[in-house]
């Protein structure tokens, strides 16, 4: 019975050896198991802590975003309000201008009426006065031929020349 016993104490310790290295194995494995799952809280930490951080951003950005829209609206209401009164400063501004070329030709056209009634006044003046000239003229010949005749008459009652004197 000593060699089974010790044949059995051998197998017991073999046995025991293998479950020690195999409980050593698994204490291995669970520690590498351990140190993994450490590693994935981490990383789950760190992603929980990226995922935070990022919703802050976007939350930031959402609202950055809205201020600069409502700038943006604001700014545009103002520039096309500007535009609506350059316009209509443009459009007062082309009427005072189409105003004063109205007015400007009116001026232009009482001007040449103007000199035109004067240039006829003037051509009537100078026809009036070559008229006048025609009959002055025609006035010195008659008195001239008047007198000639009666120098004439004088000569042949007198039988003096009067050209003489």
């Known amino acids: 019975m ?3 016993n010790c044949k059995k104490m ?20 669970n520690a590498e198991k351990s140190e993994s799952l450490e590693r994935a809280r981490v990383k789950m930490e760190a992603l929980e802590q990226l ?18 829209l409502q700038r943006i609206t604001k700014f545009s209401r103002k520039q096309q309000k500007e535009r609506r009164e350059k ?13 004063l070329e109205d007015k400007v030709l009116a001026g232009q056209q009482v001007a040449v009426e103007t000199q035109l009634r004067q240039l006829n006044e003037l051509q009537s003046l100078t026809r009036e006065t070559r008229e006048l000239k ?11 031929q008047q007198t000639a005749a009666t120098d004439q008459y004088h000569q042949g009652k007198y039988g003096v020349s009067l050209d003489k004197y």
Not at 12 to 28: D, M, S, V
Not at 87 to 99: A, G
């Open 87 to 99: 316009e209509r400063e443009i459009v007062k501004l082309t009427r005072h201008s189409k105003y």
């Open 134 to 144: 025609d009959r002055l003229t025609l006035l010195y010949r008659q008195q001239h």
């Open 2 to 4: 000593g060699a089974l």
């Open 51 to 68: 995922k935070k951080t990022s919703a802050e951003q976007y939350e930031s950005l959402v609202k950055e975003l809205g201020e600069n």
């Open 10 to 29: 051998s197998d017991h310790e073999l046995q025991l050896e293998g479950a020690r290295e195999e409980l050593e194995q698994l204490r291995q494995k």
